[in-house]
C-alpha cells in the first residue's frame, strides 16, 4: 500500500493552519544492505564472474539459504531480487527472495512510476531441458512430466502490493524462427596477402578473405601491415533458435490478511507443469518478476520502497506431478526468538539488578516438516558468553513431528511438542559483575539421525548486553513519519535501576530527494502511562548517516541525565518531516506516543522504532560501535568484612553532595536504595554474603564489591 494514515485533525487537507499531526508508515528509498553489497568490489568481481554463461543441469533449486543480500549466481542471472530473513512472514525456512520496487543498487528504479512499472526480476541460468544426465542420459520431452514449483507471499512484513500490481512466471520458449546471433571471426595471417616477407599491406588496402570463411566478408586495412602480422576476419553469420517470453502464471497484489483470508496459508505453493514442446531445448530458461507503482510526486518523501513478494523453495525437475508438494526437509522458520522479556537489548547492569523479571520464562520457536512422512526431530539449543566462560544449553528431546500440510508447525498441545515448540529459558544468563557489557552466542539446533542422509537445520544469533536499550532487531522494514513539520514524537523506556542518560541512537531513512533536515532531541519524564514533564531539550541537531549496512546515528547529550522508572527520548521535528526505520517483526506500538492537538496519542501500527537510549556504562558500547564517557570510579571501603556500617571514599566524590546508593546481591537483585550526603552506609540489614556496592554522584558513578560478616 502506499501509506498508511491515521487522521487525527478532520479538516487537515483545508487550508487550516496546521496545528495537528497524524502519523504513516512509508517503505524504504533506499535499501542500505543493498547498497553496501553493491559498493563491496570484492563482491562485484565474484558476482561478475558467475555471469559467465552456464548451462544448469536438473534439478534446479534454491531454497535461498546459502546466498545472502543477493541470489547465488550460478543459478540466476540478476540480482535485483533482496535475499533476507526480515520480509517474510513465517515461510517454509529461514531466508526468502523479496521482490521490490529498489533495483541491485538498493535504489529507487529511476523508472519507476505511479502507475504498475516492471520492477525486479530474477533469471534463471540457462538450463538443459533437453536433455538429463542421471541416473543415464535420455532425452526430455512433456511427457516426462516437468513441473516448477514455488512458495509465494505478498506484502509479508513489509509493504502490500496494490491490486493493480502483480507477482508474474514467464518461460522463455521457442518462436520456430532462426535469429542473427553474431558473426564468427578468425584470425588470419597476412603473409597470404603478400607476394614475400619484404612486401608490405598498406593503409587503406582492401583484404577479402579466404576460405574457410565466408568470401563476401572483407575488411579495410588501416594501418602498415608486414610479413608475420595478423588480420581478424569475419567468417560466418550464426544465427540461432528464436526465443520469446511467454507469462505462464500471475496474481494480482492484495495484502497479507487477504491472501491468509482466501488462501488459509502465509505461504502458497504454486506447481506449474512445462508441457509445451517448444520449452524442451538446450537453454531454456524462467523468470520471476513483479509490477510495482510508487506514490505520485506531490509528496517526494511518499517515493520509497514499496509493493513487496516474497518467494521461496523454487524448484524445477522432471518426473514429478501436481501432488509432487513436499520436499525431504525438516527447518527453521523465520527469525530468531527473543530470550528477553521486553527489549531485543538492555544495558547488563539494568540486567543484573533484576535479571529474572528481564528474561521471559519460555519463547516461541517455529519448526515444520516439509517431507511427506512423520520425522523424530530432536531440538536442543546452547548459549554460550563471548569471550567469556559462562554457558548452559537445554535439550528438548525427541518428537514425531508430522508432515507440515497435516498439522502445520510444531505445536504447544502436548508436553512434547512444548518441549520443542515453546521450550524455558533454561537459566539466567551470568551475573559478572567485573563486566560493564557481555553478549553470547545462542544457537538452536533440529536433527532427525534416524534417516540417510540425516535432516538437520540450525538457527543463530546474538544476544547483547551492551550500554543501550533497545526493541528493535536492528532492520527496518518499514519507515515511520509525522505530518506536518513542527509534530513531537516520544518513545518509552523503564529502567530497572536509576542510571545515566548519555545519548540516543536514531536510524533515520534515506528519503529520496530529501536535503538537510533538523530536529529537537527532548526527553521527557512519565506522567501516568505518557509523556510528561519534559526535562531536557538539545536545540537544532542535524539529521546524518554513519556508515554501515543500517546506520544508527549517534547523538550525545551535551549534559548527561539522572533517570529512573520510565521515561521517554524523541524529537520534535523542524523544517521536515523526518523518516525513523520502523521494525515490523517485533510489536511494541504500545510505546510510541505522537503529540497532537495538545494530546498524547499512542500509535496505531504494530512494531518497533529504531530509536535506542544510551544508558550509563564506563567505555559505551552499543550494537554498531563504541564510544567513550565519564568512566566509573571504584571505591574504596572499610571495615571490608564489616558487621553494621561501611565507609566509603573516591576520589572526586564530594561528602555532603547527594549521592544515590544502591546495593546488590550476587544474583543482581537490588537489596537497598538509599540517598546519602555522608559518606557511610548503614547494612545492620543485611545478611552475611558478598554485595556490589553503587554510587552515582554528579554524573559519575563509582562501585565496588565488599563481604557482610555479622
Known amino acids: 500500500m502506499r501509506r498508511q494514515w491515521l487522521t487525527i485533525a478532520f479538516f487537515w487537507l483545508m487550508a487550516i493552519p496546521v496545528l495537528s499531526a497524524q502519523e504513516a508508515l512509508t517503505g524504504l528509498a533506499f535499501n542500505n544492505v543493498v547498497r553496501q553489497k553493491f559498493l563491496s568490489n570484492k563482491h562485484l568481481s565474484a558476482f561478475k564472474s558467475s555471469r559467465l554463461p552456464v548451462l544448469l543441469n536438473l534439478p534446479f533449486f534454491d531454497d535461498f539459504t546459502t546466498s545472502r543480500v543477493f541470489p547465488d549466481g550460478h543459478r540466476w542471472v540478476e540480482r535485483a531480487v533482496f535475499v533476507n530473513n526480515s520480509f517474510g512472514y513465517l515461510p517454509p525456512d529461514q531466508w526468502v527472495a523479496t521482490f521490490d520496487a529498489l533495483d541491485s543498487t538498493g535504489n529507487i528504479y529511476g523508472s519507476a512510476l505511479s502507475v504498475p512499472f516492471k520492477a525486479d526480476r530474477l533469471t534463471s541460468q540457462p538450463l538443459r531441458l533437453d536433455s538429463v544426465f542421471t541416473p543415464v542420459a535420455a532425452k526430455l520431452s512433456p511427457a516426462d512430466s516437468v513441473y516448477l514449483s514455488f512458495y509465494y507471499q505478498p506484502q509479508g512484513m513489509g509493504d502490500a502490493p496494490e491490486p493493480g500490481d502483480s507477482l508474474v512466471l514467464a518461460f522463455r520458449v521457442l518462436t520456430g524462427d532462426t535469429v542473427f546471433s553474431h558473426i564468427d571471426s578468425a584470425w588470419v595471417s597476412v603473409n597470404s596477402y603478400l607476394g614475400s616477407p619484404h612486401d608490405t599491406l598498406h593503409p587503406q588496402d582492401t583484404l577479402w578473405a579466404k576460405p574457410p570463411c565466408d568470401t563476401n566478408f572483407y575488411v579495410v586495412n588501416y594501418g602498415t601491415l608486414v610479413w608475420g602480422d595478423s588480420v581478424l576476419f569475419p567468417c560466418d553469420s550464426v544465427f540461432v533458435p528464436g526465443t520469446k517470453w511467454e507469462t505462464v502464471w500471475k496474481t494480482p497484489g492484495m495484502t497479507l490478511k487477504a491472501f491468509q483470508k482466501k488462501t488459509g496459508k502465509d505461504f502458497l505453493q504454486v506447481m506449474v507443469p512445462v508441457r509445451r514442446q517448444d520449452c524442451f531445448y538446450k537453454g531454456f530458461q524462467f523468470r520471476f518478476f513483479n509490477y510495482a507503482s510508487i506514490a505520485n510526486d506531490i509528496n517526494p518523501g511518499w517515493q520509497s520502497n514499496v509493493d513487496e513478494w516474497n518467494?521461496?523453495?523454487?524448484?524445477?525437475?522432471?518426473g514429478r506431478s501436481a501432488g509432487d508438494t513436499t520436499f525431504r526437509a525438516i527447518a527453521f522458520s523465520g527469525t530468531h526468538p527473543n530470550f528477553l522479556k521486553h527489549y531485543t537489548e538492555m544495558p547488563y547492569r539494568q540486567y543484573r539488578s533484576d535479571p529474572t523479571n528481564s528474561l521471559i520464562p519460555d519463547f516461541h520457536v517455529y519448526i515444520d516438516n516439509l517431507d511427506r512422512v512423520g520425522h523424530n526431530i530432536h531440538y536442543y539449543y546452547k548459549v554460550s558468553q563471548v569471550n567469556g566462560?559462562?554457558?548452559?544449553?537445554?535439550?528438548?528431546?525427541?518428537?514425531?513431528?508430522?508432515?507440515?500440510?497435516?498439522?502445520?508447525?510444531?505445536?504447544?498441545?502436548?508436553?512434547?511438542?512444548?518441549?520443542?515448540?515453546?521450550?524455558?529459558?533454561?537459566?539466567?544468563?551470568?551475573?559478572?559483575?567485573?563486566?560493564?557489557?557481555?553478549?553470547?552466542?545462542?544457537?538452536?539446533?533440529?536433527?532427525?539421525?534416524?534417516?540417510?542422509?540425516?535432516?538437520?537445520?540450525?538457527?543463530?544469533?546474538?544476544?547483547?548486553?551492551?550500554?543501550e536499550y533497545a526493541f528493535d532487531d536492528g532492520v527496518p522494514e518499514l519507515g515511520y513519519t509525522l505530518e506536518p513539520a513542527g509534530a513531537e514524537l516520544a518513545y518509552r523506556f523503564k529502567i530497572n535501576v536509576p542510571d545515566t542518560l548519555r545519548a540516543v541512537r536514531i536510524y533515520f531513512n534515506k528519503m529520496k530527494n530529501s536535503s538537510s533536515q533538523f530536529f529537537d532531541l527532548v526527553v521527557w519524564r512519565d506522567n501516568n502511562g505518557k509523556p510528561g514533564e519534559e526535562i531536557y531539550r538539545q536545540r537544532n541537531l542535524k539529521v546524518h548517516w554513519d556508515k554501515g549496512l543500517y546506520p544508527f546515528a549517534t547523538y550525545v547529550l551535551d549534559t548527561a541525565r539522572l533517570i529512573s522508572g520510565t521515561f521517554y527520548v524523541g524529537y520534535q521535528q523542524q523544517n521536515q518531516s523526518l523518516n525513523v526505520g520502523f521494525d515490523t517483526q517485533h510489536d511494541v506500538g504500545k510505546n510510541i506516543f505522537y503529540f497532537a492537538e495538545n494530546v498524547w496519542y499512542n500509535t496505531s501500527f504494530k512494531g518497533a522504532l529504531l530509536i535506542r537510549p544510551?544508558?550509563?556504562?564506563?567505555?559505551?558500547?552499543?550494537?554498531?560501535?563504541?564510544?567513550?564517557?565519564?568512566?566509573?570510579?571504584?571505591?574504596?571501603?572499610?571495615?571490608?568484612?564489616?558487621?553494621?556500617?561501611?565507609r566509603f571514599t573516591a576520589r572526586g566524590l564530594v561528602p555532603g553532595t547527594a549521592m544515590e546508593a544502591g546495593v546488590y546481591n550476587l544474583f543482581g537483585q537490588m537489596v537497598s536504595h538509599s540517598v546519602l550526603h555522608r559518606n557511610f552506609l548503614n547494612i545492620r540489614f543485611l545478611s552475611n554474603g558478598m554485595y556490589l556496592l553503587r554510587i552515582s554522584s554528579n554524573h559519575r558513578v563509582y562501585s565496588t564489591k565488599f563481604i557482610v560478616k555479622h
Request: charged letters at 15%; proline letters at 7%; one cysteine or more.
Open 389 to 467: 566462560p559462562f554457558a548452559y544449553g537445554y535439550d528438548g528431546g525427541s518428537c514425531v513431528l508430522k508432515p507440515f500440510y497435516q498439522v502445520g508447525f510444531q505445536n504447544c498441545n502436548s508436553s512434547c511438542g512444548a518441549a520443542q515448540a515453546c521450550p524455558p529459558v533454561n537459566s539466567l544468563f551470568s551475573l559478572d559483575y567485573d563486566r560493564d557489557t557481555t553478549s553470547y552466542v545462542i544457537k538452536h539446533f533440529i536433527s532427525d539421525s534416524s534417516v540417510s542422509p540425516p535432516l538437520v537445520d540450525s538457527m543463530v544469533y546474538r544476544q547483547a548486553f551492551y550500554n
Open 311 to 318: 518467494v521461496d523453495y523454487v524448484y524445477l525437475n522432471a
Open 614 to 646: 544510551v544508558i550509563g556504562g564506563q567505555e559505551m558500547v552499543t550494537g554498531t560501535g563504541r564510544f567513550h564517557a565519564r568512566e566509573e570510579k571504584t571505591l574504596d571501603v572499610y571495615p571490608n568484612p564489616a558487621q553494621s556500617q561501611l
